[in-house]
């Protein structure tokens, strides 16, 4: 058959693939307008191109919003039934082109499934739709003086189904009530075939939970999910210290993050350059802890006490109360302010376990100092154990030598987290060939059930298992870019 005959046959089966679509999914929720599809095809870089190269093709065919499960389910039954590609998507905050098309395709839309299905007060559940907004599902659970135990802190955009399908590890709640792998109970899956299952802690079937949790959507779209709620609290408070020294403020926030009796529900620990380009110039010292405490009054005010105890031991000065109302308030927009200082901000998230954070910012230090750019430097906490660190590089878009130079840095950190054994937080489609590099036996065990679920590898290809990118090809790069940005 020649080119124009083919070209012809797969329109005449996209015309013939919406239509039936639109038999069971209300047509101005089937959208093959161009200026959506580019608009849905990227993520917060804006661009859809971008990361083209880790991609077959980086632009949808249909952006396609179902309502409910069955929707959905009937939705991925003829995406398979046409062997279309399929992008799962929520709010598409989770970067690295996480939720953007890798083999064009349809770009399922989860934020139309929104609603809350049942709230047990007596069992602190609640039994929602996956494609629900955080913010959404926080107020409707404040009416009935409950709460979730964890999520994150891009919460005011992000959905409960983006934190499941990525590891749901560090955020707000993680520390005081448990991280996703512990609130979620059981999930409604939607498998790339289109059928159903509900999937709980005890099931048997190939799916499991943990298979789920993570997953970056490989397997197929969660479509319900049950989870653990907790019950509101009465007093909330945030303090925050500054220190001289890294020690000094990573040991103050140990002592916070190991103190049995009182858990923050949010831990961070930032450098100076990170308070300036989040927030504030803040007149202080080098490194910043805060944490916010919510329990009783009395708990929290023996917290806050606590807090101020051990500050004092280590040399810590108090931050003013006015710039915490407003650091706290502007939680979900603080790694985001971090963009309005340069046209191309690079950044890369890494998972450093307790017991290595100085190791790690040693390495980070000596990298930088030999640099130019600007940077800075952010700790979340995760539950015991483990931290999300996420390093900033602020650069110029006329600058590609530094855009490159800064990659090349975290490229170094990156592949010596993975030789001390800890990982990169994110992986989305960029960061996968790293994940297939030091990773081989998981990937392997995670490629056997991708083929036996989605043996035609239509959903959310080239994450976890599979990557166009080499890493030769990377390194290769990486070790130009280190060349000539040293010579720039
Ligand atoms: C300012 C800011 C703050 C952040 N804070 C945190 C934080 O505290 N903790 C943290 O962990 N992350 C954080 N992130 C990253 C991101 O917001 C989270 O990972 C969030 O949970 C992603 O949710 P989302 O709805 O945007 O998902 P998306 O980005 O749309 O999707 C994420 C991944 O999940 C898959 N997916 C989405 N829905 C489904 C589904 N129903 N079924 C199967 N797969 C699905 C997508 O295909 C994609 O691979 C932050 C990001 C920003 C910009």
Known sequence: MNETK???KQEIGKTNFTKEVEEFIPSPHVSTDRYEIEATSGDLSLLSKYHYKFKEEYQATHVIRPGNTEELSKLMQKCYQYSMPVTLRAAGTSCYSASTPTKGGVIIDLRRMNNVHKIDKENMIVKCDA??????LIEELLDYGLAPKCYP????ASCVSGFVATSGKVGIGVLKNGIMKDVLRSVVFVKPDGSTETISRDSQGDLSLDDI???FG???AVAEVELEVTTLKTSMEMIGYSFNTFKMAIEFFRTLKNSDTNKPLFLSLSDKHFEKYAHWTYPSRAYFVYAVYSDNPNATSQSVSFAKESASKLDGLSVEEWYLKEKWRDIADTELNVGRWCENLVFQEYWVSDDRVEDFYDFYQEKTSRQRYRHAFYLM?????GNRVKLFGLSDIKNSREFFGIKAVF???????YENKDILYTLGVVNTFYFLRFNPEKAAYLLNLKNKLDPKD???SYRLVKAKMRTWRVGLLFWIAKRLYRTA
């Open 6 to 8: 083919v070209e012809k």
């Open 131 to 136: 494609g629900i907004a955080w913010q959404k």
């Open 153 to 156: 802190t891009s919460y005011r």
């Open 213 to 215: 949790i993570g997953s």
């Open 218 to 220: 490989i397997f197929g």
């Open 381 to 385: 906490s995760g539950a015991k154990g």
């Open 411 to 417: 490229n170094d950190i990156t592949i010596n987290n």
């Open 458 to 460: 239509l959903v959310n």
